[in-house]
């Protein structure tokens, strides 16, 4: 090497690195104000489910109470490959009505829906080609393809349809042989992202095993944006940071500081029952007043809510859960306006009572005031403003939350 060409190599090299870095930077900043986002931005409210093998044992294996996730069973209970493969031969979901799951989310309210396909079980709720021994076609006796029955009546009922798939973990195909298991999942992708209409955006998982690193992070990312350049992912680097990918996870039991969710798109994931997202027969059932406070905190964090339900392995969602969900339909048929198409963080209004506030996203001079908890009679709510207001409204005379 002579100096010139030297520093002629240093040059490239420097230049290239500082292009693929814009380039992630592009991405994860156009993802904020882009068309691609704005469904997304839009909405506000989704809901997503966590269905599978592990809805038979509903939290309970061989006669006691396991704790923690439902859908985590095989690991908490240590079940045998053997023991935990007999459950597929017993799937057989006869009340199973995707017309229904997805017209129950619309009356809720919720204008998206996410299905789990591939859980950390790695049992596949779609006609895989990939996988021959453990999917819903080859391995029970219902062979009905879900994901597909689920994508057509999302599109049928009007609601983005997303997929969330364990691409980190999966202790049925082992991903110790990770270039095995890369290939078999980047095929499956490829699958999901194919044959199943059109996807709102994908939920990668797993993110904390050895085998993940930044790089196959980076990769899967633009992988998955060749096969659909409109698509959407979470951060699969780092669910709880918006940092990378197009919007970051609070994950109940994983929130991230609240400052962070000043930068970047969020999603707020909540549950219907406590410390599961697969249905557990034995779980409390929170309140839908919390859980409807919960979501007016997002929104007037500029985050999306996404409540999580858990059916059972019949197929119907569980009664508790259909009475939350009626709940949030009820009040958002009220509320709705102050929900969807806003914005959060708004300054310049201060409140003398535990409100939050947001702002409709196509006219900046509404904004709502959301009252948790009603005052005493006695008490009136102060607001304060920096610019005059010309009228004040109701958009409810009947308070639902007690
Ligand atoms: C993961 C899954 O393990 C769980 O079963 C469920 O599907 C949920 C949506 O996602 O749960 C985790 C696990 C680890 C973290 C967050 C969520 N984490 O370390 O931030």
Redesign the pocket.
């Known amino acids: 090497f002579n100096t010139n060409s030297m520093k002629y190599f240093k040059l490239t090299f420097v230049i290239l690195f500082t292009a693929s870095h814009l380039f992630q930077l592009s991405y994860a900043q156009s993802s904020q104000t882009s068309k691609r986002s704005s469904w997304f931005r839009d909405a506000r409210v989704g809901m997503i489910v ?1 269905w599978g093998l592990y809805s038979i044992p509903a939290g309970v294996w061989k006669g006691k109470q396991i704790p923690w ?1 439902g ?2 069973i095989k690991d908490r209970a240590s079940i045998s490959d053997t023991d935990y493969a007999k459950l597929a031969s017993r799937f057989y979901p006869e009340k199973f009505n995707a017309d229904e799951w997805i017209r129950t989310a619309a009356d809720a309210g919720m204008k998206y829906f996410c299905i ?1 396909t591939k ?2 079980d790695g049992f596949c709720l779609w006609n895989t080609k990939e996988n021959n021994d453990w999917n819903i076609k080859s391995a029970t006796p219902f062979k009905r393809d879900i994901v597909k029955e689920l994508s057509d009546a999302c599109q049928q009922h009007g609601i983005v349809y997303a997929l ?1 798939y364990s691409s980190g973990l999966d202790w049925h195909y082992p991903s110790s042989n990770w270039p095995s298991y890369k290939k078999y999942y980047y095929n499956q992708l490829k699958e999901l992202l194919t044959n199943y209409g059109k996807i709102g955006y994908l939920w990668f ?2 993110e ?1 095993t050895t085998q993940w690193n930044a790089k196959e992070a980076e990769e899967l990312y633009n992988y998955v944006r060749g096969l659909d350049p409109e698509i959407m992912t979470n951060n699969p680097k780092k ?2 940071s918006s940092a990378f990918g197009d919007f970051g996870l609070d ?1 109940e ?2 929130s991230p500081p609240a400052s962070d969710f000043k930068t970047g798109l969020w999603e707020r ?1 909540r549950l219907v029952q406590y410390n599961t ?1 697969g249905y557990k027969s034995w779980e409390p059932w929170k309140k839908s007043a919390d859980l409807i406070r919960d979501m007016i905190d997002a929104a007037s964090l500029s985050m999306n809510f996404c409540l999580n339900v858990g059916p059972k392995a019949d197929g119907s969602f569980p009664p508790q859960a259909l009475a939350i969900l009626k709940d949030f339909g009820r009040w958002l048929k009220v509320n709705g306006e102050a929900i969807y198409k806003t914005k959060g963080f708004v300054k310049n209004i201060s409140i003398n009572f535990d409100c939050r506030i947001t702002q409709n996203t196509s006219n900046d001079s509404v904004w709502y005031v959301h009252v948790l908890k009603w005052p005493e009679t006695k008490k009136s709510i102060k607001i304060t403003t920096s610019f005059p207001i010309t009228s004040v409204a109701a958009l409810d005379q009947s308070i639902l939350m007690k």
């Open positions: 966590h996730y859908e985590w789990v859980h950390h969330y998982d797993g904390w669910k709880g994950e039991n994983y994931d997202w």
